[in-house]
């Protein structure tokens, strides 16, 4: 009987034991199904889709003739958890502009099942790379033009599989529980495009490249020397680094090869350097800013620009304070803003210039700014949001901006960590300050700006209840 006895108390102890065991196991696994839940919790999905155009399509300036060994790239970010989903995308094109802004924003949209006004999209503007503006390319046919860097065959091509991308990166998101934000300056690629003369004018640009020894011994001027880094964690392993900094992305160009030029080397190199996370990089306000000062247009400057750029994003990186993130640390704000048009601007004017052009680029120049001006008249406005990351934000603007609205939001808020990301829709052309027409140049000189003066006031308004919140 003791043997029956003992024999029957070792199976009450195992049972006990296993029951134990399989609620212990269940709790566990109903815990990891809890944390993994894309509905509860903040989850990250990435993307990054070819966005280089094939041989004989049109680049900014002329056909493309063949393919670096870095093509162009459509990268980007769904972040999901935190009320709708949200798409960051950054595309390596000199300008997304118009109905072709809005096919883009609405295709992330559908395939990440969110609306369009929680999807930022922005180009790099290198210049050896296509543009894309489906107003302009309907206005041109409709007035018997056939369109060369506005025919939007391979825009649409891309759409759908940027779109199928999205799709493909959902189902494989990744939980998201530690945000890291660094910055670091970039030494001698950034300098200020406008030099001003005693008389308070504008006079010679200092471009992109400039081999006058004259212009190029003038200081840098009004940059931000900065880039920064915002980066995405899952624990200890990173998944993506959203990388800003405000310049004009030319070291030369006009070469027929579809390639990424210097930020999209400096890209390269640091994903080469921390490969679990997809690096996604974005231009600032960079538009009255670029390299001329430290570049003088030879082929062997693009990789000298590229390491300074890598270099200050290795420092950045090295330099990230990461800390926890929930949903409850995600905010998502809009502003729509109807941007003042400029003065110069007329139908019936741009019209005669597309059917009288002595070139395609005259005309496609005059169809972008028609599309542009028809818009504005029907009620168009762009939307200026901003991504709240606990103390980070991170603001999303239009076109070729001008330095000083980046400089202006950083001092605006410096109990944050702010950066921006600029060349939007790229409708408007370039946006200068108030001042700055005044002062002349290229950059707001009717052939380049298509708005009035006065947008200062809009977006400076937009920009400060943007980070009042």
Not at 128 to 143: M, N, Q, R, S, Y
Not at 150 to 177: H, K
Request: proline fraction near 6%; charged fraction near 20%.
């Amino acid at each position: 009987m003791n043997s029956i006895h003992q024999a029957a108390t070792y199976r009450k102890i195992h049972c006990r034991t296993l029951i134990l065991a399989v609620a212990l196991a269940y709790a566990c696994w109903a815990a990891v199904l809890s944390w993994a839940d894309p509905a509860t919790d903040l989850r990250i999905a990435t993307f990054d889709t070819d966005a280089t155009p094939p041989v004989g399509s049109f680049l900014a300036y002329d056909p493309c003739t063949g393919k670096g060994e870095l093509g162009l790239r459509a990268r980007g970010l769904v972040l999901t958890g935190a009320d709708k989903p949200i798409v960051l995308c950054a595309v390596d094109w000199i300008g997304i502009a118009s109905e072709g802004y809005d096919a883009f924003r609405q295709t992330l949209a559908d395939a990440a099942e969110t609306d369009v006004q929680h999807v930022a999209v922005h180009t790099l503007h290198q210049h050896d790379a296509p543009g894309c503006d489906f107003t302009a390319e309907k206005i041109l046919k409709e007035c018997g033009v056939t369109p060369q860097r506005y025919d939007g065959t391979f825009a649409r091509e891309l759409l759908q599989r940027l779109g199928q991308g999205v799709r493909e990166a959902l189902a494989q998101s990744q939980p998201i529980t530690h945000l890291g934000l660094g910055s670091a300056p970039v030494r001698e690629v950034a300098s200020n495009r406008r030099i001003v003369g005693p008389d308070g004018k504008v006079g010679p640009m200092r471009g992109s490249s400039c081999k006058d020894a004259a212009l190029r011994a003038e200081p840098e001027g009004l940059i931000d020397p900065d880039v920064s880094l915002v980066s995405f964690w899952n624990g200890d392993a990173p998944v993506a680094v959203l990388s800003y900094y405000a310049t004009h992305p030319q070291s030369y160009y006009r070469t027929g090869i579809a390639n990424p030029d210097f930020p999209g080397i400096a890209r390269f190199l640091r994903q080469l350097a921390a490969p679990k996370a997809l690096h996604i990089h974005f231009d600032g306000a960079g538009g009255n800013v670029a390299a001329g000062k430290y570049n003088d247009g030879s082929p062997e400057n693009r990789l000298a620009l590229a390491e300074r750029l890598a270099d200050g994003m290795r420092r950045a990186w090295e330099a990230t304070e990461r800390m926890p993130i929930t949903k409850e640390d995600v905010r998502w704000s809009v502003l729509p803003v109807a941007l003042p048009v400029a003065m110069h601007l007329e139908a019936t004017q741009l019209q005669a210039q597309i059917r009288e052009a002595k070139s395609m680029g005259e005309a496609e120049d005059a169809a972008r700014k028609l599309g542009w001006l028809q818009r504005c008249e029907a009620g168009y406005c762009i939307d200026v949001s901003c991504l709240a990351l606990g103390r980070a934000r991170v603001l999303h603007l239009p076109a070729e901006l001008f330095i000083e609205y980046q400089l202006a939001a950083k001092a605006a808020r410096p109990d944050l960590f702010v950066t921006m990301a600029a060349y939007g829709d790229y409708a408007p052309g370039y946006i200068g300050t108030t001042v700055s027409y005044e002062q002349g140049g290229y950059e707001t000189s009717p052939r380049s700006s298509n708005v009035a003066p006065e947008v200062e006031g809009v977006l400076t308004e937009a920009i400060r209840e943007l980070l009042a919140e």
